[in-house]
C-alpha cells in the first residue's frame, strides 16, 4: 500500500480540536456525535429517496395516463417508465459536481445543496400541467424535472456515506455506513404510502388533483431535513486533507488516473442493487398494465416489500463490521440470481399476493449488498478523493444499472409481446455480476485510514 500522507493516530482525529467550524455548526448549535450523524443521514437520504421514488411510484399509477397517453395502456406505461431512466442518467452529472464540491469545500455544504435542489423540482413536478392542458410540452418538462431530481440525488448519496461513515467510530464504519442506505427503502415505503392514502379519494378526483399532493408535500420534508442538516459538523478526515493540503485541484482525474480498478469494482459491487428496479419498478407496472391487476397492488406491495427491506438492512448491518463485507454482497448475488425466474412466475400467477411475494423477497435478498455498499467503496479511496471516488463508481452503476437497464428491459419485453424472460434474465445476470465484483474486491488495498496516498 502507498504511504500515507497526513495520517495520525487514532486518537488525535477524534480529539484534537479542529476550530470553530468543528465544534458549532450553521444551525448554531453543537454538532451531532457519531450516532445523531447517522440518524441525520439516514434522515436527509429518506427525504431525498421519497423525492425520487414517489415520481417512480407514480409513474406506475398515473403518471403515464396523464403525460404520455397512448391507445395501448402497456406501451403508455413502458413509454414512461422509460422515463426513469432520465433520472439515472443525470445521476453521474450530479455526482461529479457536487463530489467535486464536496473534495475541495467539504461535505456537508455540497448535501444542503442537493436537498434543496431535490426539493425544489419535486414540488415542481406537482405544479406541472398534463398532456391534455399544454399538449407536448407537459412530457418535456416532466423528463427536464426528472433529470433534476437525478442531479441532487447523484450528489447525495456519496455525501451520506461520508458523512456516516468518517464520523463513525472504527469498529462500526459499516453499521453506521449502512444507515443512508435505510433511506431507499424507507423513501419508497412513505412515496408508497402516501400515494395509497391518496388514491383512497374517488379515482376522478385523484386522477384531476390528488396525485399532485404527494409532490407537493416534499415542501415539509425539505424543512426537516435542511434542519437536521445544518446540525451536522464537517468530518475530520476531510478537515485533516485540508489541514495537510492534501486537498486535489481536480479530484476526478486523481481518481481515473490513479484508482479506476476501484472505480471499476466498486461500480460492480454497486450494480445489483441498482439493477432492483426491474423489480421494484418495472414487475409492479407489468403486473398492473399485462397481468390485469390493479393499480393498488402495486404500491400494496411496495410498502410490504420496503417495510420488509428496512428490518433485513438492519439485520444485515449489524453484522457487516463483523464479517467482511464482500461476502454480504456475494450472498445477495447468489439470491438474486436464483430468485429472478422464479419472482416473475409467481407474479404472473399469483395475483397480488403473488406480486408481494415476488418484490419482497427480491428485496430481502437484496439487503446484504445493499447495507455493504458504502463501507465497501468507501474504504477503496483516500479521503482526499473519496467523494469523488465513490460518486463516480456508485453512479457508474446507477447510469447502467438503474438507467440504461429498466430502457433495455422495457425495449425487449415490448419486442417479444410481453414476455417477462428479457426482465428475469437480466435481474439474474446482475446477481452473477455482483458475485464476481465481490471477489475482486477483496483484492484491492483498504485505504479507510488514509488521508491522502503519494502516486505510486
Same mark, same amino acid.
Given at each position: 500500500m502507498p504511504p500515507a500522507v497526513g495520517s495520525r493516530p487514532r486518537g488525535e482525529e477524534e480529539h484534537e480540536d479542529m476550530g470553530t467550524e468543528d465544534t458549532t455548526t450553521a444551525a448554531g448549535r453543537a454538532p451531532l456525535g457519531p450516532r445523531g450523524v447517522a440518524a441525520a443521514s439516514l434522515i436527509g437520504t429518506t427525504i431525498e429517496y421519497y423525492d425520487f421514488t414517489v415520481y417512480s411510484t407514480s409513474v406506475v399509477v398515473v403518471l403515464g395516463a396523464l403525460f404520455f397517453p397512448a391507445a395501448d395502456p402497456l406501451v403508455s406505461s413502458l413509454v414512461a417508465l422509460s422515463t426513469i431512466g432520465v433520472g439515472f442518467l443525470a445521476r453521474p452529472v450530479g455526482g461529479l459536481l457536487f463530489a467535486h464540491f464536496g473534495d475541495r469545500w467539504g461535505r456537508r455544504g455540497a448535501l444542503v445543496v442537493s436537498l434543496v435542489l431535490m426539493g425544489a423540482s419535486t414540488v415542481a413536478v406537482g405544479l406541472l400541467p398534463t398532456y391534455a392542458e399544454v399538449g407536448v410540452l407537459a412530457p418535456v418538462l416532466l423528463v427536464a424535472l426528472r433529470f433534476v431530481q437525478g442531479l441532487a440525488v447523484g450528489g447525495e448519496w456519496g455525501? $451520506?456515506?461520508? +458523512? /456516516?461513515?468518517?464520523? $463513525? *467510530?472504527r469498529e462500526k464504519r459499516s453499521f453506521y455506513g449502512s444507515? *443512508?442506505?435505510? &433511506?431507499?427503502?424507507?423513501? @419508497?415505503?412513505?412515496? %408508497?404510502? !402516501? @400515494? $395509497?392514502?391518496?388514491?383512497?379519494m374517488p379515482a376522478e378526483q385523484f386522477r384531476a388533483w390528488g396525485w399532485r399532493m404527494p409532490f407537493l408535500l416534499s415542501v415539509v420534508l425539505l424543512a426537516v431535513g435542511l434542519y437536521v442538516r445544518l446540525r451536522v459538523s464537517e468530518t475530520t478526515q476531510f478537515l485533516a486533507a485540508r489541514q495537510e493540503r492534501a486537498v486535489v485541484r481536480v479530484p476526478l482525474v486523481d481518481v481515473l488516473r490513479r484508482f479506476w480498478p476501484a472505480v471499476l469494482v466498486g461500480a460492480g459491487v454497486s450494480f445489483l442493487p441498482h439493477a432492483g428496479y426491474i423489480v421494484a419498478t418495472f414487475l409492479p407496472s407489468l403486473a398492473t398494465t399485462a397481468y390485469g391487476l390493479p393499480k393498488s397492488a402495486a404500491t400494496t406491495a411496495l410498502i410490504i416489500a420496503s417495510a420488509l427491506m428496512v428490518v433485513a438492512l438492519y439485520a444485515f448491518g449489524r453484522r457487516l463490521d463483523r464479517h467482511e463485507p464482500s461476502g454480504f454482497t456475494a450472498l445477495s448475488g447468489v439470491l438474486v440470481a436464483l430468485w429472478a425466474f422464479p419472482a416473475f412466475l409467481i407474479a404472473e400467477s399469483g395475483g397480488t399476493a403473488g406480486l408481494v411475494v415476488a418484490v419482497s423477497v427480491n428485496f430481502v435478498f437484496n439487503s446484504a449488498a445493499i447495507a455493504a455498499v458504502p463501507a465497501l467503496v468507501a474504504r477503496l479511496f483516500p479521503a482526499n478523493v473519496r #467523494? =469523488? &471516488? @465513490?460518486? =463516480? /463508481? #456508485?453512479?457508474l452503476a446507477a447510469? !447502467?444499472?438503474? &438507467?440504461? +437497464? *429498466?430502457i433495455l428491459v422495457s425495449y425487449l419485453v415490448k419486442t417479444t409481446g410481453g414476455a417477462f424472460w428479457p426482465a428475469a434474465a437480466l435481474m439474474s445476470a446482475s446477481g +452473477?455480476? /455482483? @458475485? &464476481? %465484483? $465481490?471477489a475482486w474486491c477483496r483484492r484491492l488495498p483498504v485505504l479507510a485510514d488514509e488521508v491522502a496516498t503519494t502516486p505510486a
Amino acid at each position: 500500500m502507498p504511504p500515507a500522507v497526513g495520517s495520525r493516530p487514532r486518537g488525535e482525529e477524534e480529539h484534537e480540536d479542529m476550530g470553530t467550524e468543528d465544534t458549532t455548526t450553521a444551525a448554531g448549535r453543537a454538532p451531532l456525535g457519531p450516532r445523531g450523524v447517522a440518524a441525520a443521514s439516514l434522515i436527509g437520504t429518506t427525504i431525498e429517496y421519497y423525492d425520487f421514488t414517489v415520481y417512480s411510484t407514480s409513474v406506475v399509477v398515473v403518471l403515464g395516463a396523464l403525460f404520455f397517453p397512448a391507445a395501448d395502456p402497456l406501451v403508455s406505461s413502458l413509454v414512461a417508465l422509460s422515463t426513469i431512466g432520465v433520472g439515472f442518467l443525470a445521476r453521474p452529472v450530479g455526482g461529479l459536481l457536487f463530489a467535486h464540491f464536496g473534495d475541495r469545500w467539504g461535505r456537508r455544504g455540497a448535501l444542503v445543496v442537493s436537498l434543496v435542489l431535490m426539493g425544489a423540482s419535486t414540488v415542481a413536478v406537482g405544479l406541472l400541467p398534463t398532456y391534455a392542458e399544454v399538449g407536448v410540452l407537459a412530457p418535456v418538462l416532466l423528463v427536464a424535472l426528472r433529470f433534476v431530481q437525478g442531479l441532487a440525488v447523484g450528489g447525495e448519496w456519496g455525501g $451520506a456515506v461520508l +458523512l /456516516a461513515v468518517e464520523h $463513525a *467510530p472504527r469498529e462500526k464504519r459499516s453499521f453506521y455506513g449502512s444507515f *443512508p442506505m435505510f &433511506g431507499s427503502p424507507l423513501g @419508497i415505503l412513505s412515496s %408508497a404510502g !402516501v @400515494i $395509497a392514502l391518496f388514491q383512497l379519494m374517488p379515482a376522478e378526483q385523484f386522477r384531476a388533483w390528488g396525485w399532485r399532493m404527494p409532490f407537493l408535500l416534499s415542501v415539509v420534508l425539505l424543512a426537516v431535513g435542511l434542519y437536521v442538516r445544518l446540525r451536522v459538523s464537517e468530518t475530520t478526515q476531510f478537515l485533516a486533507a485540508r489541514q495537510e493540503r492534501a486537498v486535489v485541484r481536480v479530484p476526478l482525474v486523481d481518481v481515473l488516473r490513479r484508482f479506476w480498478p476501484a472505480v471499476l469494482v466498486g461500480a460492480g459491487v454497486s450494480f445489483l442493487p441498482h439493477a432492483g428496479y426491474i423489480v421494484a419498478t418495472f414487475l409492479p407496472s407489468l403486473a398492473t398494465t399485462a397481468y390485469g391487476l390493479p393499480k393498488s397492488a402495486a404500491t400494496t406491495a411496495l410498502i410490504i416489500a420496503s417495510a420488509l427491506m428496512v428490518v433485513a438492512l438492519y439485520a444485515f448491518g449489524r453484522r457487516l463490521d463483523r464479517h467482511e463485507p464482500s461476502g454480504f454482497t456475494a450472498l445477495s448475488g447468489v439470491l438474486v440470481a436464483l430468485w429472478a425466474f422464479p419472482a416473475f412466475l409467481i407474479a404472473e400467477s399469483g395475483g397480488t399476493a403473488g406480486l408481494v411475494v415476488a418484490v419482497s423477497v427480491n428485496f430481502v435478498f437484496n439487503s446484504a449488498a445493499i447495507a455493504a455498499v458504502p463501507a465497501l467503496v468507501a474504504r477503496l479511496f483516500p479521503a482526499n478523493v473519496r #467523494y =469523488t &471516488g @465513490i460518486s =463516480t /463508481a #456508485y453512479q457508474l452503476a446507477a447510469v !447502467v444499472g438503474g &438507467g440504461l +437497464l *429498466p430502457i433495455l428491459v422495457s425495449y425487449l419485453v415490448k419486442t417479444t409481446g410481453g414476455a417477462f424472460w428479457p426482465a428475469a434474465a437480466l435481474m439474474s445476470a446482475s446477481g +452473477l455480476l /455482483a @458475485i &464476481g %465484483a $465481490a471477489a475482486w474486491c477483496r483484492r484491492l488495498p483498504v485505504l479507510a485510514d488514509e488521508v491522502a496516498t503519494t502516486p505510486a
